[in-house]
Antibody, heavy 119, light 104 residues
Framework: EVQLVESGGGLVQPGGSLRLSCSAS????????MNWVRQSPGKGLEWVSY????????YYADSVEGRFTISRDNAKNSLYLQMNSLRAEDTAVYYC????????????WGQGTLVTVSS | AIQLTQSPSSLSASIGDRVTITCRAS??????LAWYQQKPGKAPRLLIF???NLERGVPSRFSGSGSGTDFTLTISGLQPEDFATYYC???????FGPGTTVDV
């Protein structure tokens, strides 16, 4: 089955760190660029970060630049998001999303993992 | 950074209605736009890519149009399963619009 499964969410104190993982299956993970997208409770979607197929090109939203790091391990079919210096406003469901190879669209999404930043 | 606005922010509709949602970009993005549907507690689902192309498996009552700065998503004949929030996304900077909620 073609799917993405996120893990690693949880409760963390302000200033703390957390590492999210996204496990891919059912498709050739190394052929697709990947993204993290988040959604704060009751709010809209916010794109967070992008990584190309090799991991050599990455982009971040201004809101997380310098605090979050995206990476991937193609041998393990896995995507990661290292989140440091977490703030209350980082509280959200975090989704990993596959970037379609030939068209403009995120064509496969995980179910999301909830990150709560609170003391 | 390119900003997206959507209108309306919410709308009420009935089964069978024709619904149109507008997405406007702060600068021209050619056809680099996608539309998603999201239901409560679920991940978004890609409906339209490249502004006007229907994703595989999406019912043909959904259609997209536009280019440059102005785009529309149309649902022709609203069905019960279409009550949801709809987001546009531009693919120059990957940002999303604020969303449009379609309810009864």
């Amino acid at each position: 089955e073609v799917q993405l499964v996120e893990s690693g969410g949880g409760l963390v104190q302000p200033g703390g760190s957390l590492r999210l993982s996204c496990s891919a299956s059912g498709f050739t993970f190394s052929s697709f660029s990947m993204n993290w997208v988040r959604q704060s409770p009751g709010k809209g979607l916010e794109w967070v970060s992008y990584i190309d197929t090799s991991g050599n090109t990455v982009y971040y939203a201004d809101s997380v630049e310098g605090r979050f790091t995206i990476s991937r391990d193609n041998a393990k079919n896995s995507l990661y998001l290292q989140m440091n210096s977490l703030r209350a406003e980082d509280t959200a469901v975090y989704y990993c999303a596959r970037d379609s190879v030939v068209v403009d669209g995120f064509d496969l999404w995980g179910q999301g993992t909830l990150v709560t930043v609170s003391s | 950074a390119i900003q997206l606005t959507q209108s309306p922010s919410s709308l009420s509709a009935s089964i069978g209605d024709r619904v149109t949602i507008t997405c406007r970009a702060s600068q021209a993005i050619s056809g680099a736009l996608a539309w998603y549907q999201q239901k409560p507690g679920k991940a978004p689902r890609l409906l339209i890519f490249d502004a006007s192309n229907l994703e595989r498996g999406v019912p043909s009552r959904f259609s997209g149009s536009g280019s440059g700065t102005d785009f529309t998503l149309t649902i022709s004949g609203l069905q019960p399963e279409d009550f949801a929030t709809y987001y546009c996304q531009q693919f120059i900077g990957l940002t999303f619009g604020p969303g449009t909620t379609v309810d009864v």
